[in-house]
């Protein structure tokens, strides 16, 4: 079945560096990417997608890149702030069964 | 639009209790989820419904649990009898479309403990 790999785990920045999280997945026929954020005691909320027919998407402070071939994509957050801290998952659709996995998760720490 | 509803927030129960969750999708979302998050195991997914049918249980975990999609607007998980191994925070989530690349949304999840 369809497995996503997410890296780091954990990551430290100093405000105002940029953090680069990093995910792999296993189906070549995934076509749609979102990464969620979670803060303490919410549920996961969704900041950005691509889908598979684009190679970078931009909002603001933050960036996701796709690379089909090697099957892998990134967040890119850059200025990070403070509020940024939180747990960051991503995700990719799986046509086969028709629903998202997901990594296991990134704990961005944004030191002031 | 309000966005997923769970209800209840918080949930204490004694082992071997039943438990009932409820959600209350996006209106007009076709597609309904129920996940598990533990610090072990992530975020599980659990069951999804498209349309009120059932159409992939394979993550519940055992036949303590079975969940329900009576209409468009509501869906309960319930766990009986429940288990001290079930506490975790369980979300409901709400998508547009049943297939396809559709942005899928969260609650702000049910935090379950059982004692």
């Known amino acids: 079945g369809e497995n996503v790999e997410q890296h780091p785990s954990t990551l430290s920045v100093q405000e105002g560096d940029s953090a680069v999280i990093k995910c792999t997945y296993s189906d070549s026929a995934s076509n749609y990417f979102p990464w969620y954020k979670q803060e303490l005691g919410k549920g996961p909320q969704l900041i950005i997608d691509?889908?598979?027919?684009?190679g970078e998407k931009k909002d603001q402070r933050i960036a996701v890149t796709l690379n089909k071939t090697a099957k892998h994509f990134s967040l890119h957050i850059t200025e990070t702030q403070p509020e940024d801290s939180a747990v960051y998952f991503c995700?990719?659709?799986?046509?086969?069964?028709?629903?998202?996995?997901f990594g296991a998760g990134t704990i961005l720490r944004v030191k002031s | 639009d309000a966005g997923v509803i769970q209800s209840p927030r918080h949930e204490v129960t004694e082992m071997g209790q039943e438990v009932t969750l409820r959600c209350k999708p996006i209106?007009?979302?076709?597609?309904l989820f129920w996940y598990r998050q533990t610090m072990m195991r992530g975020l599980e997914l659990l069951i999804y419904f498209n349309n009120n049918v059932p159409i992939d249980d394979s993550g519940m975990p055992e036949d303590r649990f079975s969940a329900k999609m009576p209409n468009a607007s509501f869906s309960t998980l319930k766990i009986q009898p429940s288990e001290p191994r079930d506490s975790a925070v369980y979300f409901c989530?709400?998508?547009?479309?049943?297939?396809?690349?559709?942005?899928?949304?969260f609650g702000p999840g049910t935090r379950l403990t059982v004692t």
């Open positions: 209106s007009g979302h076709n597609s």
């Open positions: 691509i889908r598979s027919n684009v």
């Open positions: 989530a709400s998508r547009t479309g049943t297939g396809g690349f559709y942005e899928q949304y």
């Open positions: 995700a990719a659709f799986m046509e086969y069964g028709n629903k998202l996995v």
